[in-house]
């Protein structure tokens, strides 16, 4: 059972909004430990979307936003498009715990 | 270009164990910390602990104290994953991924290996 709790499932129609929320506790997020946020297709490897925080690497469309504050962070995405549908994941640092992931999150487009 | 390539697939007997490799190019091994992760079939990310081969400190989740071992070859770019005593619940597709930064409390991974399924029948 992960420290770091996202929604199952979230969905939307092309060139909608949504958001995923990654919420945590004073052992991790709430503690100032960074959020990184992952992208995995079906049966493929994770993909780094976000690194701390809010740091898009290079050749992630700027559809793609994180946010971070108190014990909770949030990835946004923006005009939806078909090819974000896939399985997104936060990650984050526990004092008790060291390195944890959240729960994951579909994202289903419409 | 940095790729993690890693070892083939295996089946494993309960309370037996398995290492798997990971091996580094396009980079400078060295200077970076390779983590463990793994996801059990349609289930989420599990980070298991992290090696930084410069130093040959090893760090592992609490839950897998006692049954796993992280280490690293400097002279071949290569860290190891073993994992002993399996059961059926460790089935599972096992990744290692470079860290690239730990400098916010917590790593971040930029590349990734492409996976090894290990399946410990019941």
Known sequence: QSVLTQPPSVSGAPGQRVTISCTGSSSNIGAGYDVHWYQQLPGTAPKLLIYGNTNRPSGVPDRFSGSKSGTSASLAITGLQAEDEADYYCQSYDSSLSGVFGTGTKVTVL | ?122
């Open chain 2, 1 to 122: 270009q940095v790729q993690l390539v890693q070892s083939g697939a295996e089946v494993k007997k309960p309370g037996s164990s398995v290492k798997v490799s990971c091996r580094a190019s396009g980079g400078t091994f060295s200077s970076y910390a390779i983590s463990w992760v793994r996801q059990a079939p349609g289930q989420g990310l599990e980070w298991m602990g992290r090696i930084i081969p410069m130093l040959g400190i090893a760090e592992d989740a609490q839950k897998f104290q006692g049954r796993v071992t992280i280490t690293a070859d400097k002279s071949t770019s290569t860290a190891y994953m073993e994992l002993s005593n399996l059961r059926f619940e460790d089935t599972a597709v096992y990744y290692c991924a470079r860290d690239q930064d730990c400098s916010g409390g917590s790593c971040y991974s930029d590349y990734w290996g492409q996976g090894t399924l290990v399946t410990v029948p019941s």
